[in-house]
Structures are given as structure tokens and as C-alpha cells.
């Protein structure tokens, strides 16, 4: 134990892992987007050859831009003033358990209840009450069947509205309720889950708990629901809770659990909170990975293949060796990323179609012209990193794309690199931190570090400030 509150670590290692994607042009998507919708429309430098951004052509300008965000994060993440202390979901689970559990211990004298099943018991639905676990010996039996059979000394576990426990002793004296000395929680822990409602869903936002049927749609309970402040939601039972985007649900499910909902377009994010399985102490498997991996970002520095062979041939290699399954590389592909990719070129291909490009960009320069070069790198910076918030950094880079390429096919601007507009945007579309939302990254540490949304702005705001600075001056110079 350090004695260190994870909201200190989170949100700096969130920010300067997202930064460290400006070493390389693979070490984020939006360089690979960005270098090829400029491959695909044919832009040239100064000398009329076809851009060609090699694998560390970013890098004198990225290690800088990460450095920077290192130093920053690493002074001023200690003072509360800049990123105060916050209680994550697991400590708010950890503290409260008890305001939303109920155990209860099948005796003996319970008569009504063992040797029948749930369903036969009538314990599947009893009074806002669902039974989400049984605890049997060292056994943990999490999201039980209806017709799994009751046994003497089985602790049922219930969720919901735990007032009504008495009801429920009342219709058998044998349930016994067990007090503050019985300690779930460690067997609890390995099936627990916080899964945050996605603005795109349209089975969850706006529907009761109740009316969702958490139990047959997606095989798990909901235990507990935070607001996106962190703070338990209350005032009324859990069944009738009606959910918002960005609520995030603790649900008891099975081990399979996230394996089945990572993807789920109802959950932007979904993750274990605690309990998971160890690494792989496998180090033959450990060292071949790491083989491949330096042999995948190599050979493409020496021209040996090109970047995207290099890639392929490494996940391939990967799956050959044994290092991954293939049900594992199936369920590393992000679909719904690489259609975003492709429909960039489409997006951009019709904003260039329409000449909307051109236009935003003769308007760009009759107002920054004045300013030269490092005025028109400037705007590009702010306009991305600001649409990096409001949308995404895919969506941001492909709406301003088109205007960059209206401002360079004329040359519109004297002295303006090709290699330094286009660096600049990778920049800006990668420093997406003002907000939880720029980055799946980011949405993680904000459920995890339990971050208000105001503290992401008042500690990355004055970083974004300074990488703004650093990321336009250093491209205006380098390149």
C-alpha cells in the first residue's frame, strides 16, 4: 500500500498516456487518420513531393509535448487545490455496502425455503427485493437460476429495497438476517462491475431500472447507481430509479460478464472493480511478445515493409505464437473505431466535393492572413481541440481536415509546411482532456478516480494552455 489516493494518480497517468501517443505516428489513431486522408488527397510539400510521414517524424515535436505534460502533471497533481482528493466507486462500494445488500441465512427451521428452488420459494421477485448471489460454503454463486435448489446454510444475498427484509423474515422464521460481523465484500469483489450508460442508448436512458430487466438482458443485477458527481442516486427505490447518461451501475454479474458487454453500445464504459485475474506469469510468451513488438515499430524505421504490413504481420505472429487467442484478437478490434476510420475519408471527400472546405478556409484566411503561418497553426490547434471536446478527436480531425487541405492545395498562406498543419492537428486532437469524454481513456479514470467533471477543466486547463503554446511553436520551428 503507497497511502496514495488513486484520484492523485488516474487522471495524470490518463493525460500523459493519451500525450505519449505523439511519440510515433501509430501511437494513436488520430495520426493514422490524419496521414491518411492526407495520402488519400494528394498533398505535397514545398517541393511538390507527396507527403510521406514516417514512423518518428512527430517524435522531436512529441517527446517535448510529453515531457511537458510529465513535469506538470508530477508537480501539481499533490495540491488539492489543482486535483482534490476523491473517493472512487470502489471505496464508495467498499463504505457503503450495506446501504443496498441484504444477507440472509437459510437455517434449518426454514421449511418453506430448502430443498425448493427460487422460483418455487417465490424469493425471484419478493417485495423490491432481487436475489443477486448465493454464498454456499467458500462457493460463491453469483446471478443464481430460478431453478437452482436452496440448501441449508446458504447466505442469499438480496438487493433493492432493504427495509423490506422484514417481509421477508416474516414469511419464514427460519431466514435468518446476519449483522455487521459477516464480511461479503472479498467475495463480493470478484463480481462486481461499474458500467457507465452511454448517451447512445436507447434501452437505458430514460427507462426505470425496474422495467429494463438487468436480469434477462444482460445476465446481472444492479446493486447500486451513481450520478456522474459519484454520489449514490437515493429518494426513491432502486427498481424505480430512472437512468441518465453517464449514470454509472454497479451490477453483480458472472466472470463472463465483461467479456459480453466491453462493446455494448448501452455502456461507454465497462469494467471490473476489483478481483480481476492476475497477469500471465508466462515468460516465454512475455519475451516473444515483446519480440514482435520491437520488430513491428523497427522494420518499418529501416523501410524494411511499410507501416500497416508491420502491423498486420505482428498481430498475426501474435496469434501464431500463442501469445493471444484468436477469440481474444477478435474481441480487440474495435468495429465501430475502424468504421469510423473509413467514413472519415467519405466525410472529408464530401466536404471537399462541395467545396466547404475552400470556403471555411478563404474565411480563415482573410482574418489570420495577417498573422502568417504560426496565426493559421494556431487556429488549427484551438478549432480541434475544442471540437476534440464537444465530439470526439476522430470526428474533430475529419471535420477540420478539409479546410487544412483548402488552406495548403493553393498554398494560400507563404511559408505554412504541409508536415507542420498537419502535425499540429494530430497534436491537438490527441490533448482531448479537458473533459472525460475525448477519451474512452479519460472515462475510465474519471469512474474509477470518482472526478467531477469540473475537475478534469481545472487541472488540464492550464496544461492545454501550455501544450498549445509548446505544440504550435515547436511545429512552426521544427518543420
Keep these: 500500500m503507497t497511502g496514495i489516493v488513486p484520484s492523485k494518480m488516474l487522471m495524470p497517468v490518463s493525460i500523459c498516456l493519451s500525450l505519449a501517443g505523439t511519440l510515433s505516428i501509430i501511437g494513436s489513431t488520430i495520426n493514422l487518420i490524419v496521414a491518411g486522408l492526407a495520402e488519400s488527397e494528394g498533398l505535397t510539400d514545398e517541393d511538390g513531393n507527396v507527403l510521406n510521414f514516417s514512423m518518428f517524424g512527430i517524435t522531436k515535436v512529441g517527446v517535448i509535448y510529453f515531457g511537458a505534460s510529465l513535469v506538470y502533471t508530477s508537480v501539481l497533481a499533490p495540491f488539492n487545490l489543482m486535483l482534490p482528493e476523491r473517493r472512487g466507486v470502489e471505496d464508495t462500494v467498499s463504505g457503503n455496502i450495506r446501504k443496498y445488500l441484504v444477507y440472509i441465512k437459510v437455517s434449518p427451521k426454514a421449511k418453506s425455503i430448502v430443498g425448493k428452488s427460487i422460483l418455487s420459494a417465490g424469493l425471484q421477485n419478493f417485495q423490491d427485493l432481487q436475489l443477486i448471489e448465493i454464498h454456499r460454503g467458500e462457493n460463491t454463486l453469483p446471478t443464481p437460476s430460478l431453478d437452482m435448489i436452496l440448501l441449508v446454510n446458504d447466505v442469499l444475498v438480496f438487493s433493492g429495497r432493504t427495509e423490506n427484509v422484514k417481509e421477508l423474515i416474516q414469511k419464514d422464521g427460519g431466514l435468518l438476517p446476519l449483522d455487521s460481523s459477516y464480511e461479503p465484500l472479498d467475495r463480493l469483489r470478484s463480481n462486481l462491475y461499474e458500467a457507465v450508460v452511454s448517451r447512445e442508448s436507447l434501452s437505458l436512458i430514460g427507462r426505470k431500472i425496474a422495467h429494463v430487466s438487468f436480469r434477462d438482458r444482460f445476465d446481472a443485477a444492479v446493486i447500486a447507481v451513481t450520478d456522474r458527481s459519484g454520489s449514490m442516486r437515493s429518494g426513491t427505490t432502486l427498481g424505480d430509479l430512472v437512468l441518465q447518461p453517464g449514470d454509472a451501475l454497479i451490477l453483480e454479474g458472472d466472470a463472463s460478464f465483461y467479456k459480453k458487454h466491453a462493446n455494448d453500445r448501452n455502456f461507454s464504459l465497462v469494467y471490473q472493480i476489483a478481483g480481476s485475474a492476475p497477469p500471465m506469469d508466462d515468460w516465454f510468451h512475455i519475451v516473444i511478445s515483446i519480440g514482435i513488438l520491437a520488430a513491428m515499430v523497427l522494420l518499418p524505421v529501416f523501410d524494411v515493409v511499410d507501416v500497416w504490413v508491420s502491423g498486420i504481420g505482428a498481430a498475426i505472429?501474435?496469434?501464431?505464437?500463442?501469445?493471444?487467442?484468436?477469440?481474444?484478437?477478435?474481441?480487440?478490434?474495435?468495429?465501430?473505431?475502424?468504421?469510423?476510420?473509413?467514413?472519415?475519408?467519405?466525410?472529408?471527400?464530401?466536404?471537399?466535393?462541395?467545396?466547404?472546405?475552400?470556403?471555411?478556409?478563404?474565411?480563415?484566411?482573410?482574418?489570420?492572413?495577417?498573422?502568417?503561418p504560426i496565426g493559421i497553426l494556431f487556429a488549427i490547434y484551438v478549432t480541434v481541440s475544442l471540437l476534440s471536446e464537444m465530439i470526439t478527436s476522430n470526428g474533430a480531425v475529419v471535420i477540420v481536415f478539409p479546410v487544412v487541405a483548402g488552406i495548403l492545395k493553393e498554398n494560400r498562406i507563404e511559408n505554412l509546411s504541409p508536415y507542420a498543419a498537419l502535425y499540429v492537428m494530430m497534436l491537438s486532437g490527441t490533448a482531448a482532456f479537458l473533459s472525460p469524454v475525448g477519451y474512452q481513456l479519460n472515462l475510465m479514470a474519471h469512474s474509477i478516480g470518482g472526478y467531477h467533471y469540473s475537475d478534469w477543466f481545472r487541472f488540464a486547463a492550464p496544461l492545454q494552455f501550455g501544450l498549445t503554446i509548446i505544440g504550435v511553436v515547436c511545429c512552426y520551428n521544427f518543420y
Excluded at 321 to 345: K, N, P, V
Aim: negative net charge; charged residues 15%; aromatic residues 8%.
Design 317 to 372: 505472429l501474435l496469434i501464431l505464437t500463442g501469445c493471444i487467442t484468436l477469440a481474444d484478437a477478435e474481441d480487440a478490434i474495435d468495429f465501430q473505431l475502424l468504421l469510423t476510420i473509413a467514413l472519415s475519408f467519405g466525410v472529408a471527400g464530401a466536404l471537399d466535393e462541395q467545396d466547404v472546405g475552400d470556403a471555411i478556409a478563404n474565411f480563415l484566411v482573410g482574418w489570420l492572413k495577417p498573422l502568417g
